[in-house]
T-cell receptor, first 110, second 115 residues
Framework: GQNIDQPTEMTATEGAIVQINCTYQTSGFNGLFWYQQHAGEAPTFLSYNVLDGLEEKGRFSSFLSRSKGYSYLLLKELQMKDSASYLCAVRDLGYQKVTFGTGTKLQVIP | EAEVAQSPRYKITEKSQAVAFWCDPISGHATLYWYRQILGQGPELLVQFQDESVVDDSQLPKDRFSAERLKGVDSTLKIQPAELGDSAMYLC?????????????FGPGTRLTVL
């Protein structure tokens, strides 16, 4: 099974940088997703990390350390529209079940 | 751009009634997932299909919930009878195949309110 831990809430200022951490314990690991979810909407895909290291996509970057069971999502040049929940999810081996954390609610303030 | 379709978008029902949700995955996607998301929590997997076969339904409350994907394309999730605690967002997602590096794509969800 999976145990996923991420902060419940974070607040950051418009234009700043914020890092959202995710730690996991797993019996079998395939990869780690980050999703963005605005209130009342479905999750939208941000990134999927399989190998160790940093992957950058525009203002968003995601990092993975498999040996440490650790990932983070880095958001640069924050905009008000980035206010949302950010979900960390782990895909396991075998039937590739995806287990989600509880999400981190990010509030961007002026 | 292809999308996962779900209907209805909103459903209000009384407890003890039956409800059904429909999902049409992206064309060609073999894997289909049903999740339940309670407000303030992450999505919880209810059932996962590979084509028409169930590969994981360990978290599905089988006394009241059922799911099918008869032709390996669209899927239906049913609750009978509905209980107050079933109020949640029901999300359908699909991916091209069984895992690997495939991304899950989510539909817009069905928000269920049980009165």
């Amino acid at each position: 099974g999976q145990n996923i831990d991420q902060p419940t809430e974070m607040t950051a200022t418009e234009g700043a940088i914020v890092q959202i951490n995710c730690t996991y314990q797993t019996s079998g690991f395939n990869g780690l997703f980050w999703y963005q979810q605005h209130a009342g909407e479905a999750p939208t895909f941000l990134s999927y990390n399989v190998l160790d290291g940093l992957e950058e996509k525009g203002r968003f970057s995601s990092f993975l350390s498999r040996s440490k069971g650790y990932s983070y999502l880095l958001l640069k040049e924050l905009q008000m529209k980035d206010s949302a929940s950010y979900l960390c999810a782990v895909r396991d081996l075998g039937y590739q079940k995806v287990t989600f954390g509880t999400g981190t609610k990010l509030q961007v303030i002026p | 751009e292809a999308e996962v379709a779900q209907s209805p978008r909103y459903k209000i029902t009384e407890k003890s009634q039956a409800v059904a949700f429909w999902c049409d995955p992206i064309s060609g996607h073999a894997t289909l997932y049903w999740y339940r998301q309670i407000l303030g929590q992450g999505p919880e997997l209810l059932v996962q299909f590979q084509d028409e076969s169930v590969v994981d339904d360990s978290q599905l409350p089988k006394d009241r919930f059922s799911a099918e994907r008869l032709k390996g394309v669209d899927s239906t999730l049913k609750i009978q009878p509905a209980e107050l605690g079933d109020s949640a967002m029901y999300l359908c997602a699909s991916s091209p195949s069984l895992g690997g590096t495939d991304t899950q794509y989510f539909g817009p969800g069905t928000r269920l309110t049980v009165l």
